[in-house]
C-alpha cells in the first residue's frame, strides 16, 4: 500500500495539488484504510489531477469502485476501496474540514 500512495502523493505533486495529506483511518473505519486528500485551484486542475491519478493507478491495475463529483469538480470522491481520495477546491475543503471530522485518524508522512 506504501507503493501506491507514494505514487498517488508524487502524481498529485506533479499537478500541482496544494496541501496534501495522507490519514491512516483503518483504526476508526471500515469504509477505508486510507483518506488522501487534496486541494485544487480550479474546476480545470481537479479535473486535470482526477484524470492523471485514474490513468496512472489503471497503469498498476488499480481501478477505481466509484468516482463522484466529477461534473461539479468542487469535490472529486474517487473510492478504491482500500483507500479513498478526495480532491477539493478550496472552498468546499474548508467548510467539509475532513481533517477535523477524522482527527483521530493518523496523519502518515509520504
Do not use: C
Not at 4 to 14: A, E, G, H, P
Not at 44 to 52: G, T
Amino acid at each position: 500500500m506504501t507503493e501506491i500512495l507514494k505514487l498517488i502523493n508524487d502524481k498529485l505533486s506533479d499537478k500541482k495539488a496544494e496541501d496534501i495529506k495522507v490519514l491512516d483511518i483503518s483504526q476508526m473505519s471500515v469504509l477505508a484504510d486510507y483518506f488522501v486528500i487534496a486541494s485544487g485551484n480550479n474546476f480545470n486542475q481537479l479535473h486535470s489531477m482526477a484524470d492523471y491519478l485514474e490513468e496512472e493507478l489503471a497503469k498498476m491495475g488499480v481501478k477505481p469502485n466509484h468516482i463522484e463529483g466529477y461534473n461539479n469538480a468542487n469535490w472529486i470522491l474517487m473510492d478504491y476501496s482500500d483507500f479513498v481520495i478526495h480532491l477539493f477546491d478550496k472552498e468546499s475543503r474548508n467548510f467539509y474540514d475532513l481533517e477535523r471530522i477524522w482527527k483521530g485518524g493518523t496523519l502518515v508522512n509520504i
